[in-house]
C-alpha cells in the first residue's frame, strides 16, 4: 500500500497514521510491523512506531501475517505494558529478555524506545540513552519498572532511592530449602575481579553496604519460593545474596557454581530460558503529588508455568 501524508497529518506519530487507515489491523500489531522493517518513509525505511510525519512524505507498506518482535535470544516480546501513567511518571511491566536502556549504539529495541512509543518522550538524563530510567532491572529478569516523563519526577524518585525510600518485593524460584521462615543477609557487595560483569560478597571492610530479607512462601521437592526485599540497591543484588546463602536462583547460570545442586529440576519440566526472578511489587511517595504508589506487575507467564508443573510434579 502506498499513501501519502496530508497536511492535516503532518506532525501525526506514524502508528496513529497507520492505525486510522488499516483499521483491521491493532495498533500493537502495526506497531510489530514497523519495528520488523516493514514501513518505508519514502524509500527509507524507519522502525520507529512514534516517527512523526512531515509534509509530502508517502508512507509503503505490506500487510503480511507477522510473528511478534523478538529478543536476542529468540523469545517473543509481543508489548511493554503500562501499570500506571500521569503526567509525571510511569509503571511498567518489563518482560525477560529487554534491556533496560541501550549498552551501546547497537541496541534498538529497549524499555526506554518501547516506552517512548506508548508515553512520549522520557526525562532527560546525562546519558541520552537512560533517558526516564529511574532504575534498572537485569536484562533476563521481569517485572515493575518505574519511568520518569518529568525532569521533577527524575530528580525526586533519584531523591527516593538514595534516602531508601522505595520498597521493593522480588518473588524467586531457587535451589534448596531455606532453614528458616525468613532471613536477613546482610552482607556487602564489590565488583568480582575475575569477571568484571558480575559481582560478589565482598571481604571483610571491603565492598558496599547491602542487607537483604528473604521469606520462604512455599516448598517443592528440592526448591521453594521466596520473596526478597531488598534494603539497598546494587547491582545483581537479589541474585549474590540468595547465592550466598545457599540458595542460587533457578536459571541463573551465573551465580550457579557447578557441583552446587543437589536436587536438579527434572529435564522434562517447562524451564524458562532465564532465571526464575520477577519483580513483582514497588511501593513508594509519588515525586511530586507525594501520594502513596503501589505498583504490581502479575508475575510473567513462563516462570508462573513452571511453578503450575512444579505444584503438581514436585510437592515436598
Known amino acids: 500500500m502506498r499513501i501519502p501524508v496530508t497536511p492535516d497529518q503532518v506532525g501525526a506519530r506514524l502508528d496513529l497514521f497507520l492505525t486510522e487507515r488499516v483499521p483491521q489491523w491493532s495498533r500493537s500489531r502495526l506497531q510489530a510491523l514497523i519495528k520488523a522493517g516493514g514501513v518505508r518513509l519514502d524509500e527509507e525505511v524507519v522502525q520507529r512506531p512514534g516517527t512523526r510525519l512531515f509534509a509530502d512524505q508517502v ?17 517473543a516480546i509481543i508489548e511493554l505494558p503500562v501499570l500506571y501513567s500521569d503526567e509525571h511518571i510511569a509503571l511498567v511491566n518489563k518482560p525477560a529478555g529487554l534491556l533496560s536502556h541501550a549498552n551501546d549504539r547497537s541496541q534498538r529495541e529497549t524499555v526506554v524506545t518501547m516506552a517512548e512509543d506508548v508515553l512520549g518522550p522520557l526525562a532527560p538524563t546525562e546519558d541520552p540513552r537512560r533517558r526516564g530510567v529511574v532504575h534498572r532491572l537485569d536484562r533476563m529478569t521481569s517485572g515493575v519498572m518505574i519511568i520518569a516523563r518529568t525532569p521533577q519526577a527524575m530528580e525526586g524518585m533519584q531523591a527516593r532511592f538514595a534516602d531508601r525510600e522505595v520498597q521493593k518485593t522480588y518473588l524467586a524460584l531457587v535451589h534448596h530449602h531455606p532453614r528458616f521462615k525468613s532471613e536477613m543477609v546482610d552482607a556487602p557487595i564489590e565488583v568480582d575481579p575475575k569477571h568484571h560483569q558480575k559481582r560478589r560478597v565482598a571481604t571483610e571492610g ?15 521437592h528440592g526448591h521453594a519460593l521466596v520473596a526478597a526485599y531488598p534494603h539497598t540497591g546494587r547491582t545483581h543484588q537479589v541474585r549474590v545474596h540468595l547465592t550466598h546463602i545457599g540458595h542460587p536462583i533457578v536459571g541463573d547460570p ?13 529435564k522434562e519440566a517447562p524451564l524458562p530460558r532465564r532465571q526464575c526472578l520477577h519483580a513483582s511489587k514497588i511501593c513508594f511517595e509519588h515525586p511530586v503529588t507525594g501520594e502513596a504508589i503501589i505498583g504490581e506487575a502479575p508475575i510473567a507467564d513462563d516462570f508462573a508455568t513452571l511453578l503450575d508443573w512444579m505444584r503438581v510434579n514436585m510437592a515436598p
Open 59 to 75: 508512507v509503503h507498506f505490506e500487510l503480511p501475517e507477522l510473528a511478534p518482535p523478538t529478543d536476542p535470544e529468540g523469545g
Open 206 to 220: 571491603m565492598g558496599r553496604p547491602a542487607s537483604t530479607l528473604t521469606e520462604t512462601l512455599e516448598l517443592f
Open 254 to 266: 551465573q551465580y550457579t557454581q557447578r557441583g552446587a545442586i543437589s536436587q536438579p529440576i527434572p
